[in-house]
């Protein structure tokens, strides 16, 4: 071994030290970067040659110094499965909750203005001309009562209407949004697979690259995996959606249908945001799935019946200018269609609204009773029938009453709400409690890269004396030796 040999090493030293310190600056710059994974250097020694007649004069041979053999990501790729499984099911059960409660912000119960209210509204004020069927007055609190109760109902109905086309925008956009992470992956995995055939590892480019997919997985559900060619793909319920540097786009058509582009065929997200916009969207209660189309149906049940079982024995009665048969609210449907918007149209009839109207309101039975003087009494008969509706169990409703079909579906509709609250609240500690794990493992410690530095700068300061040893050993060989 020569002398020269020595210079070597150390200088391999000094370059490894500074390598090392190198990675600690940049672990330590960037321990506030969203998705960074902790990296740390891989050193190895330079085994000592093998070649003949290489070893030193007593036939021993020495190392050649240290190597640095690249630099490696500290992560866990079963957190990282782990943490995106999670995500995907909170992304679910925060788009439910949300949206179940705007849906108890719109039917507001109870409240002073809800359809509970507006229903004891306006049966109140049939008791009312039970005792004096006559009144102009009171006919008129009835009729606007009415008015009233067809407004309320139409109200809530367009507010889930407005909340329906609100989540059809959001799909959209979310689809977009997957569009554009896919689209984004894809670049990234040319630009790694480009760099990496350098035999490096592009390390930060893999991280914007796993950052994408966390927020990706919030979305819909997702699989990950690269095969021994570094082809990364990213499938969703096994339709690729991005393949390498291919990403393949979806889009909603007119039927509000999300499909693959490509392919033409429906995109059937099983978690993640999507799948919770797509099952408030288009909920029926098929399955124990109630998104808005069950809460509309509800309220189209209500509404026909409301207006159907009043007007059937509104119409027997007679009112004051002996006028039968008339109609207090204008569905006149004989059969329910659960494709009508009786929520959305039903109104008090024209001829109760009309100038005339309040001679109309049927509160006799008895034509013969009208009172034709001031010395006849009137005919209550019919509005205490129409009162007694407000307690009678209909078919139509699930054999329920009024109050008791309106009870069922704000009863239900809070279970659902309190359901989803509490799984969005028990996911959302498991997320955390997943990447606090994860970050345990891949997060960068300032405190171990703090000690990491000290190390890393002790070395070098022994690889520089080293060099200095060297110099002054090499020194006294060239300049000293045979000086008298």
């Known amino acids: 071994m020569s002398t020269f040999q020595g210079l070597e090493i150390a200088k391999t030293g000094l370059f490894a030290s500074q390598q090392a310190l190198n990675l600690t600056g940049h672990?330590?710059?960037?321990?506030?970067?969203?998705?960074?994974?902790?990296?740390?250097?891989?050193?190895?020694?330079?085994?000592?040659?093998?070649?003949?007649?290489?070893?030193?004069?007593?036939?021993?041979?020495?190392?050649?110094?240290?190597?640095?053999?690249?630099?490696?990501?500290?992560?866990?790729?079963?957190?990282?499965?782990?943490?995106?499984?999670?995500?995907?099911?909170?992304?679910?059960?925060?788009?439910?909750?949300?949206?179940?409660?705007?849906?108890?912000?719109?039917?507001?119960?109870?409240?002073?203005?809800?359809?509970?209210?507006?229903?004891?509204?306006?049966?109140?004020?049939?008791?009312?001309?039970?005792?004096?069927?006559?009144?102009?007055?009171?006919?008129?609190?009835?009729?606007?009562?009415?008015?009233?109760?067809?407004?309320?109902?139409?109200?809530?109905y367009q507010h889930l209407d407005d909340k329906e086309n609100e989540l059809n925008s959001t799909i959209e956009s979310r689809v977009q949004e997957i569009n554009s992470y896919a689209d984004r992956i894809s670049k990234l995995n040319n630009e790694i697979y480009r760099f990496e055939l350098t035999g490096q590892t592009a390390n930060d480019l893999r991280d914007q690259r796993n950052l994408l997919v966390d927020k990706l997985s919030e979305i819909v559900n997702i699989t990950t995996y690269e095969d021994s060619n570094k082809n990364f793909r990213i499938d969703i319920s096994g339709q690729a959606l991005v393949d390498g540097s291919n990403a393949y786009t979806m889009s909603v058509d007119s039927t509000g249908t999300v499909k693959w582009d490509l392919?033409?065929?429906?995109?059937?997200?099983?978690?993640?945001?999507?799948?919770?916009?797509?099952?408030?969207?288009?909920?029926?209660?098929?399955?124990?799935?109630?998104?808005?189309?069950?809460?509309?149906?509800?309220?189209?049940?209500?509404?026909?019946?409301?207006?159907?079982?009043?007007?059937?024995?509104?119409?027997?009665?007679?009112?004051?200018?002996?006028?039968?048969?008339?109609?207090?609210?204008?569905?006149?449907?004989?059969?329910?269609?659960?494709?009508?918007?009786?929520?959305?149209?039903?109104?008090?009839?024209?001829?109760?609204?009309?100038?005339?109207?309040?001679?109309?309101?049927?509160?006799?039975?008895?034509?013969?009773?009208?009172?034709?003087?001031?010395?006849?009494?009137?005919?209550?008969?019919?509005?205490?029938?129409?009162i007694a509706l407000r307690d009678t169990k209909i078919s139509g409703l699930n054999g329920g009453t009024?109050?008791?079909?309106?009870?069922?579906?704000?009863?239900?509709?809070?279970?659902?709400?309190?359901?989803?609250?509490?799984?969005?609240?028990?996911?959302?500690?498991?997320v955390k409690q997943v990447d606090y794990n994860r970050q345990s493992v891949s997060g960068v410690s300032l405190d171990e890269e703090m000690t990491n530095m000290l190390k890393y700068q002790k070395s070098y300061e022994a690889s520089a004396r080293m060099i200095t040893v060297m110099d002054e050993l090499l020194d006294t060989l060239i300049n000293k030796m045979g000086v008298t």
């Open 263 to 386: 392919a033409g065929t429906p995109v059937n997200p099983t978690g993640g945001i999507l799948k919770g916009l797509l099952d408030m969207r288009d909920g029926d209660g098929t399955n124990g799935v109630k998104g808005i189309p069950y809460y509309k149906e509800q309220l189209n049940k209500l509404a026909y019946n409301i207006a159907t079982v009043f007007n059937a024995q509104h119409a027997a009665g007679y009112g004051l200018d002996g006028s039968t048969g008339v109609n207090f609210f204008n569905i006149t449907d004989s059969t329910y269609d659960p494709t009508a918007e009786y929520a959305k149209n039903i109104k008090v009839s024209s001829d109760i609204l009309a100038d005339d109207g309040l001679q109309k309101i049927a509160a006799a039975s008895d034509p013969n009773s009208l009172p034709g003087d001031n010395s006849k009494p009137g005919d209550n008969s019919n509005v205490l029938k129409l």
């Open 27 to 156: 672990n330590i710059s960037n321990a506030n970067t969203p998705g960074y994974t902790r990296q740390v250097i891989d050193l190895s020694a330079i085994a000592p040659p093998t070649t003949y007649g290489m070893a030193d004069q007593w036939g021993k041979a020495i190392g050649g110094g240290v190597n640095v053999d690249g630099y490696r990501q500290i992560r866990d790729q079963y957190l990282d499965q782990q943490y995106r499984r999670e995500n995907t099911t909170l992304g679910e059960w925060e788009t439910k909750s949300d949206t179940l409660s705007a849906i108890e912000g719109i039917l507001n119960e109870p409240s002073d203005t809800g359809i509970t209210t507006v229903i004891d509204n306006f049966f109140n004020s049939l008791q009312e001309l039970s005792k004096n069927p006559e009144s102009l007055e009171v006919r008129a609190v009835v009729r606007e009562n009415g008015v009233s109760l067809t407004d309320t109902i139409n109200s809530v």
């Open 402 to 430: 009024f109050d008791d079909f309106v009870s069922s579906l704000i009863s239900n509709l809070g279970v659902d709400a309190q359901q989803a609250n509490m799984m969005q609240t028990n996911q959302s500690a498991m």
